[in-house]
């Protein structure tokens, strides 16, 4: 009798075990819940197509590259320094709030991109405007009647997603 106790003891201990984690994640926060009231993101796009006519502003992303690049998110302090990284993109960034604006920041930064080993580089020091797209850097070359290009975008958005 002891040992069939024992076993059913056990089982249910087993069973409440393997409950745990799954209990344990329901009331766990989302990842917003890390943004603070300050805090800012950054949205970089890249792909290997074209980000803007030719002729057009800087701002004025082609839907076709909203569309077709891939989206990284950075949660970033209106006064800092920050540095993201993923297989095809790196990019290191200081940001900076203009006092006289309170949407522009200076936007410093040095990065590069390399989807299949045609690697991209940009560096400099940018106006970015809160909410606004900019083509940040990126290269076009002629290969056999083709044009390839790589572009990469940066925007700066509220943390209050």
Not at 119 to 146: A, I
């Amino acid at each position: 009798m002891q040992r069939i106790a024992s076993l059913k003891f056990g089982l249910l201990g087993l069973t409440t075990l393997s409950l745990l984690p799954g209990m344990t994640q329901a009331g766990g926060p989302s990842p917003e819940h890390f943004l603070n009231d300050r805090s800012m993101v950054l949205e970089i796009r890249y792909c290997e197509c074209q980000a803007t006519e030719p002729g057009n502003a800087p701002t004025e992303l082609r839907p076709a590259f909203l569309e077709q690049s891939r989206l990284l998110k950075v949660d970033v302090d209106p006064e800092g320094t920050g540095f993201v990284s993923s297989p095809e993109i790196t990019l290191g960034f200081e940001l900076k709030a203009r006092p006289e604006s309170p949407s522009d920041f200076t936007f410093k930064f040095a990065g590069h991109y390399d989807p299949v080993s045609q690697n991209v580089t940009g560096t400099g020091e940018v106006l970015l405007t809160k909410d606004q797209w900019l083509n940040l850097f990126s290269s076009r070359h002629e290969r056999e009647n083709n044009t390839e290009y790589r572009d990469v975008a940066v925007r700066l958005v509220s943390g209050d997603l």
